[in-house]
């Protein structure tokens, strides 16, 4: 079976500052990963995905995930928090006929 | 954005009550999908599609049903609601089923309430 553990439940970061997102993941298989932004009161969106291609992914309005397999991490990453990207994040794991989610980190940026 | 559309968006309804969910989609993607979103567990899948008439299971489908006449509508239905399948539910649609590289697509949601 596969799983997804996301280390933070809650992040609170400054406008302006770096953001990071941890995700770890639990597969059998060569997994895809997927980061999903939930807004609120919205459906869920896609970031980013991951396809066994390159391991640095670039996603929508500048976030970007390093694939480390030897980790089993998918960390979730922008240079510069806008008040925008205040929402709820979603890594995911795929494979074998089965998907995943974690159970989201919700992201605060404060002026 | 995706053409998915799920009605209602909010509902209140009593303990006991039947309800159905309808999703509709605009995309003819042959997979759907039906999720509850809760705190502290992320998505859950609750049952599938990969074709009209042909639905399965997901990982909590106790007191769910759904059906699927025509490829583009997935209706989600609570038999007799109970205060724990109050929760916000999701439709998703896919080219290819989950487990694979395709991007999954969400509806914006339907909250439930159960009194």
């Known amino acids: 079976a596969q799983s997804v553990t996301q280390l933070d439940s809650h992040v609170s970061v400054s406008e302006g500052t770096p953001v990071l997102l941890r995700c770890n993941y639990s597969?059998?298989?060569?997994?895809?990963l997927f980061w999903y932004v939930q807004h609120p009161n919205k459906g869920l969106q896609l970031l980013l995905k991951y396809t066994s291609a390159a391991t640095l992914v670039k996603g929508i309005n500048g976030f970007e995930a390093e694939f480390k397999k030897s980790e089993t991490s998918f960390h979730l990453t922008k240079p510069s928090a806008h008040m925008s990207d205040a929402a709820e994040y979603f890594c995911v794991v795929s494979g074998d006929n089965d998907m995943r989610f974690g159970a989201g980190t919700r992201l605060t940026v404060k002026p | 954005d995706a053409g998915i559309t799920q009605s209602p968006r909010h509902k209140v309804t009593e303990t006991g009550t039947p309800v159905t969910l309808r999703c509709h989609q605009t995309e003819n993607h042959r997979y759907m999908y039906w999720y509850r979103q809760d705190p502290g567990h992320g998505l859950r899948l609750i049952h599938y599609s990969y074709g009209v008439k042909d639905t399965d299971k997901g990982e909590v489908s106790d007191g769910y049903s759904v059906s699927r006449s025509k490829t583009e509508d997935f209706l989600l239905t609570l038999e007799s609601a109970t205060s724990s399948q109050t929760s916000v539910y999701f439709c998703?649609?896919?080219?290819?089923?989950?487990?694979?590289?395709?991007?999954?697509?969400f509806g914006e949601g339907s909250w439930l309430t159960v009194v």
């Open positions: 998703a649609i896919s080219e290819s089923p989950t487990g694979s590289a395709h991007t999954i697509y």
């Open positions: 597969s059998s298989y060569s997994p895809s």
